[in-house]
């Protein structure tokens, strides 16, 4: 009996253990549709990266905007399902404190990103990650994944895995405070991930 | 720092039972391989230029590889290509990896090792490429 109970503490125990893990990882490790509540939200980790002129794009350089961050490949199959409305949004709301950066993981560089770039018409502004962004991230293993910033410098949201074209339209509309400030319904203090978009093996 | 994720493998390679090679002779070795549910990997031809191949090669041995025979691969579509099949493996499939063995090579135990560059995607997201370590035990007779 003692021991039985012994054993359902230790149970609990490590179910809140890993819940703890999962809520202190939740801006990666999760698809949590909708942006968080502002007290939730920790700094995206700032990077200096290279675009294909060769300028040096910092992310702090976009304080005061709003960021769609954005892990993909030209391998990546679900990235170019995202790419065309990543660039839709560029186009609609750029004028709004509105940026989108793409970081490809792209292992030979420039060579396989150039021709895409051309081919797809990204209208934002791409860089080559590094291993070492790759790792401020979380070590980004599974593409696409997707933060996005708030004009704070904080992630406001992330999505691992194919998300849909509106959850993004919602979030980046609820950070830039439009339309005219009704709380968005995407808002919350108290959400639950998904765990069945959890990575790995879905 | 945002938390560090953990390295994902998908594709698991059962080492086979050491492989008997007789000098002077071809000979080829399986190399079976399975993927977790829900993945697939591209075939060693897809259907697109940007998509990576499944390939399998090898460091330089006593054996001298003389080429690998890849299965058939199915045509799939998925959520992010709903209207274009693409060439890939899935579930449980195997190599041939074939091989002459010199007349001159020495009897008794050998290895061979070799890397599986692969990438694998799910429904809704991808792995970054791997490349597997692959090792071949080999008894060469006389």
Excluded at chain 2, 53 to 66: H, I
Excluded at chain 2, 130 to 135: E, G, L, P, Q, S
Aim: proline residues 8%.
């Amino acid at each position: 009996m003692k021991l039985a109970l012994h054993k359902r503490t230790l149970q609990y125990l490590a179910i809140a253990g890993i819940a703890a893990y999962l809520a202190s990882c939740s801006f990666y490790t999760a698809d949590w549709p909708g942006v968080k509540d502002e007290k939730e939200r920790k700094k995206a980790p700032d990077f200096a990266l290279k675009d294909a002129s060769g300028e040096v794009v910092k992310l702090s350089d976009y304080r005061g905007k709003v960021v769609l961050l954005n892990f993909w490949a030209t391998w990546c199959g679900p990235c170019e399902v995202e790419i065309p409305w990543f660039v839709d949004f560029q186009r609609e709301y750029k004028d709004r404190d509105f940026a989108v950066l793409g970081l490809s993981l792209d292992e030979d560089g420039w060579t396989s990103v150039k021709p895409f770039v051309a081919r797809e018409k990204l209208n934002y502004r791409v860089m080559v990650t590094s291993e070492e962004v790759d790792q401020l991230y979380g070590g980004v293993e599974h593409l696409p994944t997707t933060f996005v910033i708030d004009r704070e410098g904080r992630v406001a949201s992330s999505h691992v895995g194919l998300a849909s074209k509106n959850t993004y339209r919602q979030e980046i509309l609820t950070l830039l405070g439009s339309p005219k400030n009704e709380k968005s319904p995407l808002v919350s203090s108290n959400r639950m991930p998904r765990f069945d978009l959890l990575r790995p093996g879905r | 720092m945002i938390c560090f994720a953990q390295a994902v493998n998908v594709l698991h390679f059962d080492p086979p039972p050491p492989l008997k090679a007789k000098a002077g002779s071809t000979v080829e070795a399986k190399i079976p391989l399975s993927l977790q549910e829900g993945y697939h990997v591209n075939s060693n031809k897809p259907s697109d230029e940007y998509l990576i191949p499944l390939q399998l090669t090898w460091t330089k041995g006593v054996l001298e590889p003389a080429g690998v025979v890849y299965p058939k691969p199915h045509l799939e579509k998925y959520q992010f290509s709903p209207d274009k099949p693409l060439s890939v493996f899935s579930g449980s499939f195997e190599l041939v990896a074939k091989f002459t063995v010199p007349a001159g090579a020495p009897a008794g135990p050998a290895a061979m090792s070799g890397k599986l560059r692969y990438q694998a995607c799910n429904n809704t997201m991808c792995l970054t490429p791997k490349n597997m370590d692959v090792a071949l035990q080999v008894d060469i007779v006389k």
